[in-house]
């Protein structure tokens, strides 16, 4: 069965707050070839690019006075592409004996993020203790893996039902782990705001989580800082996935529905629905099995492409 996927990501600095200090990315990772010369009678500015492999969902929540909260989301999203193309090792991809380099890698990318951002804080007084939060979704069909800090969420919906992938890393949400406070009472505590995992602020360490699960065609992955959960119930989430007729409709619904209820946050909504169908190529690599990724294997899927930036002059 092939499948395809409908992504949407969008952000808003809702009704209270003068900056948006929140960012997300969606991107592809794929390799790619740039042609200088060849015998091949391809022209020799073409670019070829072989499967995809994999993609990256984030969304990060920065804190911070004097617009640093901002910088500091910025910067971690930044250091996020920086590592991922740089330094992380991605190419093994549904390799099994590799799964834990690459929640090693995803978590060494969380500590990279920090290392930059202490940095940028030491060199600018005035960006002391800015900090960010950051929940990535690392998608190389049909596995899923997140590396999450910070009170942004990751949810998966499924035949109807939603379920919170990540856990909040606050202190309301530790006292209710402990048992000194009810469910109820953290939704409104004052801690429910107070971090103790984040990427920068005033502690040198950070603690990213990681998670890994199997999608099936049918889900939806929804991905949100907390400007939208401060508003929105994970029953009505859950609805906007089910109901909407794309990934674009429920992430403007769902921000919708946060500002019409005082819009006190920034918002950022990302929804991935997989659908399934037969006319779509983008999760072809689902049929793919582990270790037929060889180049010689990903011939069929070249696609000679001419970037924009590239063009051959007239
Ligand atoms: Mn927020």
């Known amino acids: 069965m092939s499948g395809s996927m409908d992504v949407f990501g969008t952000t808003d600095v809702g009704r ?18 740039k042609i200088h010369q060849t015998s091949l009678g391809l022209d020799h500015q073409t670019r070829l690019f072989g499967n995809s492999q994999g993609k990256v969902l ?25 590592y991922l193309l740089d330094t992380m090792r991605w190419f093994y991809q549904l390799d099994d004996d590799c799964e834990d380099d690459l929640l090693d890698g995803l978590k060494a990318a969380m500590v990279h993020c920090q290392e930059r951002l202490h940095a940028e804080a030491e060199a600018m007084p005035r960006r002391h203790g800015m900090g960010t939060t950051m929940t990535l979704a690392y998608l190389i069909w049909p596995r899923l893996y997140i590396v999450h800090v910070g009170d942004s969420r990751c949810y998966l919906c499924r035949g109807g039902h939603i379920e919170q992938l990540t856990n909040d890393h606050t202190l309301a949400e530790k006292f209710v782990e402990a048992g000194t406070l009810s469910e109820d009472a953290a939704r409104t ?20 989580e990681v998670y890994r699960t199997d999608l099936e065609l049918g889900d939806a992955v929804l991905l949100c800082t907390d400007g939208l959960t401060a508003h929105v119930s994970d029953d009505e989430l859950r609805e906007s ?18 500002n019409s209820r005082g819009g006190s946050d920034n ?3 990302i929804v991935a629905r997989f659908l399934e169908t037969a006319a779509s190529a983008e999760l072809v690599a689902a049929e793919s099995q582990p ?24």
């Open 16 to 33: 209270k707050r003068e900056q948006n200090e929140d960012q997300f990315l969606i991107a592809d990772l794929t390799k790619s070839m």
């Open 241 to 258: 996935l089910v109901g909407g007729s794309s990934a674009q409709q429920a992430c403007e619904q769902l921000v919708q529905l946060a």
């Open 291 to 314: 270790g037929d990724k060889s180049l010689e294997d990903t011939e069929p899927y070249l696609t000679p492409v001419t970037p924009p930036e590239i063009a051959p002059k007239a």
């Open 58 to 82: 984030a969304v990060a929540d920065g804190m911070g006075g004097q617009a640093a909260g901002e910088r500091a989301s910025g910067a971690a999203i930044d250091a996020i592409v920086a």
């Open 267 to 269: 918002t950022t909504v």
């Open 189 to 208: 505590s004052r801690w429910r705001h107070v971090l103790w995992n984040v990427i920068g602020g005033e502690s040198n360490d950070v603690s990213p």
